[in-house]
């Protein structure tokens, strides 16, 4: 009787092949051209249309330009964590190293969308509310965002060990995931209870399609920015990690000769 | 069960002989209190107003101020190395150290809470709602602290980041503590942020013994 030839072992999946981090930058490489010319194109698209192309609101005059960066910085600066939140799961499920450097590079950069959302929100405030800052509960929602994400960088930078370090951050990203809902939910119903004797409404009744179009574009180009960022600064990471890697191999070889 | 009963006699013993006790906890939350007049002035209604705030707020400072030794002194001794290896789950094991905690930190405060809400002239039928919610709350604190504490073990000056980490999680039992005590004070019903902090308490039974083993397992792989 003959035996049927052992079964090929499986070809790995592409998501796995990405673990080669030289996979992972000629893949890199091929996509940030083009990505980086649809950013220019729907920021210059967005902007222009945010700018020139939308008209004023009847209540809130210019001022309601801001809004053409704010909100997108809002959304990011959530989506920022959603996709580290699932780089921690790739980190502790899979241990997809890959994941360990997508956590990395997302930190600062939805930190930056959070800064962003909370500064202009101030500069939006000041001619809208007459005050810089109100402890309205988005507002707080955001700043607690912002104070997690500071959290989870000083998080990065306290573990020397890169691999420890993204696991220990994978594990407060997860329980901050868990809890922002919560916090959020919890803020919204201390704000009601606070309900101030003037209520503030920021958007008008409804918005109008010729703002909201130029809104979503410019929501789409903070999208593909920090697309284009990740990449970046993946690379980056890469290329720092392979650096050490070199600068240790060479010491050894200096310390043996 | 005899593994976390013995655990839960070392840690007693341990909170009482380092001086972290629940006599000394006591002191630091008078301490505390009679720092707020020099603070905001004498005044008895302004004091009445903000005073679930005050007390909540020496809760959080209390929990804070045991949390980094929680597990690095173990982590420093080899402790820790022998509880991975006793064969009971690590989460439990954590668990009854939290709980240990909590019973130096939290439950002393609770009990002391009616004499120290007279000396900060909350209104007398807040007092019961102000003891249950520290009762109900104060654990969730030493929950969450208790994942910083594991994600800061291996660091030497981890104090101030654990506070950073472990703060902002805490804002929902704040908000839902402190806001029992003041509906009640108003005189009206207080079973619905009653249920909300206790369901977070909950959650966090869950979450945090779980998080902190994970932790506390990845650190050393």
Known sequence: ?257 | MTTLRAIMIRELRLARRIGAGAGLGLVFFLILIALVPFAVGPDQKLIGRIAPAILWIAALLATLLGLDRLLQADEDEGVTDQLLLAGTPLPLILLVKALAHWLATGLPLAIAAPMLGLMLAIEPAAMLPLTLSLLVGTPTLTLIGLIGAALTVSLRRGGLLLAILVLPLTIPTLIFGVTIVREAAAGRAVATPLMLLGGVTLLMVVIGPVAAAAALRLARN
Request: glycine content about 8%.
């Open chain 1, 1 to 257: 009787m003959d035996l049927a030839p052992p079964p090929a072992p499986p070809a790995p999946a592409a998501w796995m092949r990405l673990a080669n981090p030289a996979v992972f930058n000629a893949l890199a490489d091929r996509l940030l051209l083009p990505l980086a010319v649809l950013t220019l194109a729907a920021f210059a698209f967005g902007l222009h249309g945010a700018f020139f192309a939308s008209p004023a609101d009847y209540q809130q005059g210019e001022t309601v330009r801001i809004m053409y960066i704010h909100v997108p910085a809002a959304w990011l600066a959530m989506f920022a964590y959603a996709g580290m939140a699932v780089s921690a799961l790739g980190t502790l499920v899979f241990r997809h190293p890959l994941a360990d450097v997508a956590q990395k590079a997302a930190a600062p950069l939805g930190a930056g969308f959070t800064l962003i959302c909370l500064l202009t929100g101030a500069i939006w405030g000041r001619p809208m509310w007459g005050t810089w800052w109100e402890w309205d509960a988005r507002l707080t929602s955001v700043l607690i965002l912002f104070l997690v994400y500071l959290g989870i960088m000083a998080l990065w930078r306290a573990i020397d060990e890169p691999g420890r370090a993204a696991r220990a951050v994978a594990i407060l990203t997860l329980v901050g995931a868990a809890n922002l809902p919560i916090i959020k939910f919890s803020v919204d119903w201390w704000y009601t209870l606070h309900q101030p004797a003037a209520v503030f409404r920021i958007d008008g009744p409804t918005i109008h399609p010729s703002m909201l179009v130029p809104l979503l574009v410019m929501g789409l180009a903070f999208l593909l920015l920090h697309l284009v960022l990740m990449l970046l600064r993946m690379k980056t990471e890469l290329a720092l990690r392979r650096i050490e890697r070199l600068q240790i191999v060479a010491a050894e070889r200096g310390g043996a000769g």
